[in-house]
């Protein structure tokens, strides 16, 4: 039984579209994040979400926005993706910041 | 905020070989430290942790010690395997809100 969902695993989409990610955990945390890792490997968070709410909003793009109808499920929508969206983004949750997180297995989105 | 900054890869290594990934860190206040090793192709998961000065985190062979003093956390094993090749990434995590500051990862290479 997986603990962090995500969906679909690969991506690969034109210049100017909007494409969509979904997330769901099972662990009954409260807290779920997006994050974004480049192609060396470094890590940034884009957002966070506690409870359905908004608590953290790093700088990304408008055109990045998330969406999280209650605490097990967070998506992430993009509109007129462009080449440098192209990354693997990971989704998380944690019930507790001090027992860290358990990520998704990643969407490996290619932009062309 | 935080930093992190790990040693450079690639680590490459012979089976059994010893182990040391070097973390330094800066951060407010006394930070929670993490170990997060991420497989191909997979997302990261929890390696190991330590929330004060001392502790030390172990799990899967694998140690690390909080050390106040020199503010690191160097993740050590004695006998390396062929599955344990991986990226393996530094996270401090501080502050009110305990978001981890990822390090930029260690990728580690053992060959048979």
């Known amino acids: 039984d997986t603990a962090v969902s995500q969906t679909p695993k690969y991506l690969v989409t034109q210049m100017g579209n909007d494409k969509s990610i979904k997330c769901e955990q099972n662990?009954?945390?409260?807290?779920m994040y997006w994050y974004k890792q480049d192609s060396k490997k470094f890590l940034k968070i884009m957002f966070s979400?506690?409870?359905?709410?908004?608590?953290i909003n790093e700088t990304v793009p408008n055109r990045f926005s998330p969406k999280s109808p209650d605490k097990a499920h967070l998506n992430l929508h993009i509109n007129s993706l462009e080449l440098g969206d192209s990354a693997v983004y990971f989704c998380a949750s944690s019930g507790s910041l001090l027992y860290g997180y358990t990520f998704g297995s990643g969407t490996r989105l290619t932009v062309v | 905020g935080d930093s992190v900054t790990q040693m450079e890869g690639p680590v490459t290594l012979s089976e059994e070989a010893f182990l040391t990934i070097n973390c330094t860190y800066t951060?407010?206040?006394?930070?929670?430290l993490f170990w997060y090793v991420q497989y191909p192709g997979e997302g990261l998961q929890l390696l190991l942790k330590a929330t004060k000065a001392d502790d030390k985190g172990s799990n899967k062979g694998f140690e690390a010690t909080y050390r106040k003093e020199t503010t690191s956390f160097h993740l050590e094993k004695g006998s390396v395997q062929v599955s344990d090749s991986a990226v393996y990434f530094c996270a401090p995590a501080s502050g009110g809100s305990y978001i981890p500051t990822f390090g930029r990862g260690t990728s580690l290479i053992v060959h048979p």
């Open positions: 662990l009954g945390h409260d807290t």
């Open positions: 979400y506690n409870n359905k709410e908004l608590i």
């Open positions: 951060a407010t206040g006394y930070p929670s």
